[in-house]
């Protein structure tokens, strides 16, 4: 048994050190040594072991491989006594720290999720790769279609589960000299480096996309997904890392307006496009501040009776040069930038203000539809200012939200926080653009809604298109059954009224064939006379279309 307090008398170190009265003021120093948490030892001139503490014997022993695994570091020092030499080396398990630095380094450099390279190490690789006379390679911009409706219908979870599978299924195909990265949300960089023509990186791209469109199943679901990818190529299309990114996000929009799950290459168009958006950003931005917009209506009619049932307020831009801008060519841009619920509230604020003259013209019963972007309508915060300000116009029962159906499709944001907002101050709800989008009678069946708008692509040409017809017959029946109106919009041609009137129970209808948008400005009498003139209801002519026969 090791005797700490007389054991260095014994060792070789023992009578200098306990001449300069190290042992004499702390005798329970061997002990203390023993219990650290380091191994230590001291070799005297001949390499011979003058001391050693017991955390280095076992140390040792880890790092002969017969102890536990770890990462062990020595240093050793030297130092002269008495005229003589020794070293004292110092064993060290730095695992727990080299662990911590592994866990930060990849916080740095890698996705957590997905443990694929993040912006910074693509970056990074990228701008290596950049230079004069360099090989060329290619940027491709990857853009999951539709994920923050998986994220809302089915939950985060397997949203995550999603973006790992998609991960896989890209990088399993890739190169040694390849790298995928993740950069943010559903938004993943892939270089391919090197390539050869465009034809070569458009076949690689291609298998991707073709990849990503087959079934994943997560957690008991089969989830179909798709990708828009935009590939910019080096040197064409940028000779920096920023540059070709930008140029592959672009295309990556551009491809998408066109349809998911599409490949889009940089070109000169996409540059002049993006050059566009920006001005046109820029004029929105300025109109919103000096409050250049204006309202158009748009009634909703009864064709049972002929009379005007309600109407819908549609945004118009008027821009610097006084030229009325359509919806088609800014409410997208001003969604993506954030800009859309102050163009809510001045539609709002002008309704509002105007709410004589549209009684006047259309009847002080009449219904008022205003449109809310799905996003909006997710946007709890957003909803309950736009509520307090109808509630406080003190006829909000007049209001009718329409709301496109992808904002129904989450399990929970909007039904069951935002609705109840809705009913307290006694608006209703519309589903706009029913038959696009996210449309399916089981997710009609879990709406709750108090109307449902029909889109045009249903009823264009419906008396010639028979499945056009059994899926109208179809919605309505089950919207009935749910206590819903139906309302078909974009009603263009008599011959659209008729196969309505005669072979469908649908009485609500709103479209050119009985009257366009009408400017606020145009409100002077108490009936515009395009609407007077093209609300006439012919039965007789409807009759002799479908031979006579009723519905």
Known sequence: MRNPDTEWMD?????????????????????????????????????????????????????AGQGADGVLKTRCFDFTLGGKPYTVSLLVDETEQMTREQALIRRAYFDELTGLPNRRVIEQSVNALVGPGAAAFALAFIDVDGFKHVNDFYGHNVGDALLVQIAERVASGLRPSDMLARLSGDEFLLLLSPVGDRDQVNHEVGTITNRLKLPFYIEGNEILSSASIGVSVFPDDGASYDALTANADRAMYRGKAVGTGSVQFFDATIEHAAIEKSRLEQRLRLAIRDRRVSCA????????????????????????????????DFIALAIELGLMDDLTYLVLDKTVRSIDRINEAFGETASISLNVAAKQAGDIKFMRALLDRIAATEFATRFILEITEEAF???????????????????????????????????????????????????????QRPRSQNILKAVEALSRSLGMDVI??????????????????????????????????ELEDKRDESLRQETVIRPAAMNRAFGGRGR
């Open 488 to 521: 078909v919009e974009g009603l263009e041609t008599f011959e659209e009224l008729a196969y309505l009137k005669a072979c469908t129970s649908i009485r609500y209808v709103q479209g050119y064939y009985f009257s366009r948008p009408v400017m606020l400005e």
């Open 409 to 463: 499709v989450s399990k929970s944001t909007f039904q069951e926080s935002v609705l109840p907002l809705i009913r307290e101050i006694g608006a209703r709800v519309s589903i706009d653009d029913f038959g696009v989008g996210y449309s399916s009678l089981s997710a009609l069946a879990d709406i709750t809604a108090d109307e449902v708008k029909i889109d045009r692509s249903f009823i264009t040409n419906l008396h």
């Open 297 to 328: 209506y748009q009634p909703k009619m009864d064709i049972l009776t002929g009379n005007v049932c309600g109407v819908e307020v549609l945004l118009r831009w008027i821009d610097e040069d006084g030229v009325i801008q359509p919806p088609g």
């Open 11 to 63: 060792d070789p170190l023992g009578p200098q050190l306990d001449a300069v009265g190290v042992v004499a003021s702390a005798p329970d120093l061997g002990h203390m040594l023993d219990v650290l948490p380091f191994g230590m030892q001291i070799a005297g001139p001949a390499g011979e072991v003058a001391y050693a503490n017991e955390s280095f014997a076992w140390l040792s022993a880890a790092v």
